[in-house]
């Protein structure tokens, strides 16, 4: 007995506790919501039962699975969507990957000047609502298609764009990766970071050139880096919704959230699910593929506690110019369309660019019914309802980004540490899992899931906590997929070394694990904390006038056309989120000059 | 769960028909509408979810006047009835009315079930219409047909809705994506209700029967209407501005985009007119709803909210524009509109129960030519 209960005792090792609790805390935060989703497919929703006869609201069925997949119009309703999504998500998975590591690389591994500067930047994209480069393409190179102003390009040279550049796959999957390179920079930079400079010298004595060295050393260290940003880059591609519509639809180039969305909006949940369904599954074979690949890898132990700092490569006199190419890149997708955003807010009436028009009225001007738009709105920042919400989404922001960054040190540690074992596989596909759910489908699940008490969980309805909740699962795979590759590249020896001296495992990830890979979990909490600032689809069906975000409350001005309010909102946030950034940087002492910059 | 569920359900119906028999009984016409006043103050606050933006310059009027506190969430079509929807399942009653659009889905999720009843305020019982009473509406909202001025000045380019799918408007109409407008499949219903309507109309064009391919002249036109290489958009605010942009060679037409846009025509320099000779019908009309909640928690302060929309005062953050109409006829339509009268009778609107039973046929017509 003695014997048995000590060895039971013995294999509660802290990785297997914490692979325990996670497992039955994601399992109802994602199992239940997802088998929920899957279950409505199988039903018969209110206005679906004109469609299927004889049928009765909340009777099982098959009509909606026959109807997609099988029937004479399948090739419309469902695979040419599907087609075009996964064009769409590979296509721009692998630019994004490519801009994204190219950046990292030139950042942390060259001697490039202006890092800093660059390295701040190129996360900008992503704060910025994924439409303004959309419309910023559209402004750019419309053709006569869609009528209204000539676009800019046209105006200047006298060349039509042909349809396929200016509508489409192209400029979606152009538009799409410039939007979302920042994940490559970011995770991808970390990686590189960490990679033990005494690889590469000893590879360099041995005469290795330096494309074989990137090729042969860098590019496999770096692979478990590379998979993470392709899968989250393509998962959000695989349910990007408002770019797609906005390019796609002059060309009648549709995806599968256009189906999702549809279904929804023509009240046939049961039907839009399916399209949902379809993108957890695309999503999940990637996510299967990168196992396969990384799974059956050695694992590449990159800090074994004996690590010198990687040495820079020299550009030579290159430097410059590749930076000025860099800074071009950044000024053409950065700022040009915040530039584009600002100007709208300082014009009295919209579209019309002279001085005359100029005004601060949209920022600090009195509520009036005669001065401009004619709001009767007050300047945003007197306007206190703005104000607080925005308040609200901070708030929201940082404390997903902390719990995130937490739970992503802790699960992504209990994945590599056990390695090998069916818990850490499920654990590391559960927690991707919420990432695949559409947004939309995933805020009205919840909802149902938290509207009333269910055991020993309170009605959460209407609180902050449940959208800290709702944010946290939703953004986990970010902060887990930083603290895989974190982990993963820390040796076993270092644990153990501190073991050996004594040290409890809270000392152990508090004064080892943590602060060696400091950079990448500080990526793995930014990316929620951007992401949080932006939500609006999951979040709109939970908050309440108390809860009121700054992108829920922005709704209200954008259907009514008041562009100045909503773009004013957009550029508080991006000031707000590059601030934070920059300061929390320094005190987490990941700051440029030793963190991205290598 | 679902026992549950079903108890819950029925326990909401029975409520829902106790009150709906009291509102349309004995009680709608002997209420004491100063008790209600008294009990409204009393109350003090009401959660109002609205689809509308204005509803929240509404709110605060209407606080300033009566000092009962309105707090407005802001929601899109849909997400508005999934919420109320979801929330009415789970037994979560925090909303006191709605503001609601898309009424064929709105019914049937909310008013059906018993979720949302409707409720006619003294003012709208005097003056309203029948037909704006079940449901009781705020307001209509018009869509129309536009062409550019500039490129048309003298007449009217359009005279039937079958010219848009002729070569000569050949990808050049623009339309908001019916499959992601819930309001423009319930609008293209009533096209295959009155498929016969439609199909005189091409006989009266064109000088000779409309040949099909599709049931109906309806969904006919919806296919023509797409291989006629329509331009689909996702915002009307884009399409009225393509329209009525000032030196375009070869600008586009719209369809279906909300006559509203035309009162910042002249601030934008917008050369652009609806079009007053497209037979059948000019475009469509559709209703914004008030629904109060079955468990309101504050069910007099929403009824004299309601009270307060029926007038004109409280129309007001709505009246000022085109497009947008009071059933109110003491209403004066926007300076250059019509009265909703003219509308009603030169534009379609849909038939709810026909509607409800049809746009999924609608969406699929859509759907099969649009994503092909």
């Known amino acids: 007995m003695r014997t048995a209960y000590n060895r039971f005792r013995m294999s509660l090792t802290p990785q297997r506790i914490l692979s325990v609790l996670f497992i039955i805390g994601l399992g109802y935060l994602v199992i239940v919501p997802l088998f929920l989703m899957l279950r409505e497919t199988f039903i018969v929703h209110p206005l679906e039962r004109f469609q299927i006869p004889g049928s009765q609201v909340g009777e099982l069925t098959l009509a909606h699975w026959k109807r997609t997949l099988f029937s004479e119009n399948a090739y419309a309703f469902f695979y040419h969507p599907l087609l075009n999504t996964l064009k769409i998500a590979f296509g721009m998975s692998f630019l994004a990957l490519a801009i994204g590591a190219l950046l990292a690389w030139l950042v942390v591994r060259t001697d490039m000047p202006m890092k800093g500067f660059i390295a701040n930047a190129a996360i900008i994209p992503y704060i910025m609502p994924s439409w303004t480069l959309a419309l910023a393409w559209i402004t750019l190179f419309k053709n006569e298609r869609i009528g209204g102003d000539q676009g800019i390009f046209s105006a200047l040279t006298g060349i039509e764009t042909p349809d396929w550049f200016a509508y489409g796959t192209f400029p979606i999957i152009i538009t799409l990766s410039l939007h979302y390179f920042p994940f490559g920079f970011m995770l991808i930079g970390g990686a590189l970071r960490n990679i033990d400079a005494q690889l590469e010298e000893s590879a360099e004595l041995l005469g290795a050139s330096r494309p074989t060295i990137l090729r042969r050393i860098v590019m496999p260290l770096a692979l478990p880096a590379i998979f993470s940003t392709f899968l989250l880059t393509f998962s959000r591609g695989l349910g990007t919704f408002g770019t797609p519509a906005f390019l796609g639809g002059p060309v009648r180039e549709f995806v599968l959230s256009t189906s999702l969305y549809a279904n929804l909006i023509g009240q046939r949940p049961g039907i839009g699910y399916i399209a949902a369904v379809a993108m957890i599954l695309l999503g999940v074979l990637v996510l299967y593929m990168d196992h396969k690949i990384i799974g059956t890898r050695r694992s590449f132990v990159t800090i074994s506690g004996k690590g010198a700092r990687a040495g820079l490569v020299a550009l030579g006199r290159w430097r410059w110019v590749i930076a000025a190419g860099v800074v071009i890149f950044i000024l053409g997708t950065i700022v040009v369309p915040i530039c584009a955003l600002a100007i709208d807010t300082v014009m009295l009436r919209p579209g019309i660019y002279a001085w005359e028009n100029f005004t601060w009225h949209y920022w600090i001007g009195d509520a009036s019914l005669n001065i401009g738009l004619g709001t009767g709105e007050p300047g945003i920042l007197r306007n206190s309802q703005l104000m607080s919400a925005l308040g609200n989404t901070m708030k929201l922001a940082v404390v997903v980004a902390v719990v995130t960054g937490i739970l992503g040190i802790l699960v992504g540690y209990a994945i590599v540490r056990m390695r090998g074992n069916w818990i850490s596989q499920a654990l590391d596909q559960m927690s991707f899992l919420p990432y695949l759910m559409p947004s939309i489908a995933l805020g009205a699940i919840f909802l149902a899931m938290f509207a009333v008490p269910r055991g020993p969980i309170p009605s959460l309805h209407g609180s902050f906590l449940l959208l800290v909740i709702v944010c946290t699962v939703s953004y986990l795979p970010y902060a887990v997929k930083a603290g895989v590759s974190a982990m993963r590249q820390i040796g076993p020896e270092l644990e153990e070394a501190a073991l050996m001296a004594g040290a409890s495992w809270w000392t152990r990830m508090r004064r080892v694990m943590i602060p060696v890979q400091k950079s990448t979990y500080f990526s793995g909490m930014l990316l929620p904390f951007i992401s949080v600032t932006r939500e609006l689809s999951l979040l709109i069906l939970l908050v309440t006038p108390a809860t009121q975000l700054a992108t829920t409350i922005t709704l209200r001005y954008t259907d009514r056309g008041w562009y100045p309010y909503t773009n004013g909102m957009v550029l508080l946030l991006i000031i707000i989120v590059v601030t934070s950034t920059v300061i929390s940087r320094r005190v987490m002492g990941t700051n440029i000059a030793k963190g991205l910059g290598g | ?372």
């Open chain 2, 1 to 372: 769960m679902l026992n549950k569920k079903i108890t819950r359900t029925c326990a909401a119906a029975v409520t829902a028909m106790g009150i709906a028999l009291g509102a349309s009984g004995a009680a709608a016409q002997d209420e004491d509408w100063a008790q209600i006043e008294a009990a409204a103050k009393e109350e003090g606050a009401l959660l109002v979810y609205s689809t509308t933006s204005r509803t929240a310059k509404a709110a605060e009027n209407f606080s300033a006047m009566t000092g009962i506190n309105v707090e407005v969430v802001r929601l899109g079509e849909q997400d508005l009835i999934q919420r109320t929807y979801q929330e009415s399942v789970a037994g979560v009653h925090d909303v006191d009315m709605v503001v609601a659009e898309d009424w064929v889905a709105a019914r049937e999720l909310l008013a059906n079930p018993g979720y949302m009843i409707n409720y006619v305020p003294p003012t709208a019982r005097e003056l309203f219409a029948e037909e704006d009473k079940d449901p009781l509406v705020l307001g209509y909202i018009g869509r129309v047909f536009g062409y550019n001025t500039e490129k048309h000045p003298d007449a009217d380019p359009l005279s039937s809705v079958w010219d848009l799918t002729t070569e000569e408007f050949r990808g050049r109409v623009m339309i908001r994506d019916v499959a992601i407008t819930g309001e423009h499949q319930n609008a293209l219903t009533e096209w295959v209700r009155r498929s016969d309507e439609l199909a005189a109309d091409y006989e009266r064009r064109f000088g000779k029967p409309l040949e099909m391919t599709e049931d109906n002249a309806g969904l006919e036109f919806i296919k023509r209407f797409l291989e006629n290489d329509a331009i689909i958009m996702t915002s009307d605010t884009k399409i009225s501005e393509a329209v009525g942009a000032p030196g375009q060679d070869n600008p586009p037409y719209g369809m279906f985009y909300v006559y509203s846009k035309h009162r910042d025509a002249p601030l934008q320099g917008l050369k652009i007119s609806d079009s007053r000779a497209i037979q059948p019908t000019l475009g469509y009309y559709y209703p914004i709803v008030l629904q109060l909640s079955a468990n309101a928690k504050h069910p007099n302060a929403a009824k004299v909210f309601m009270e307060y929309l029926s007038t004109m005062e409280g129309f007001a953050p709505w009246a000022d524009s085109p497009g947008v109409y009071s059933p109110n006829p003491n209403q004066v339509p926007f300076e250059g509109d019509m009265p909703l009268s003219w509308w009603k009778e030169k534009m379609w609107h849909y038939d709810r129960d026909f509607a409800a039973e049809n746009r999924g046929i609608v969406l699929d017509t859509w759907l099969k030519y649009a994503q092909r």
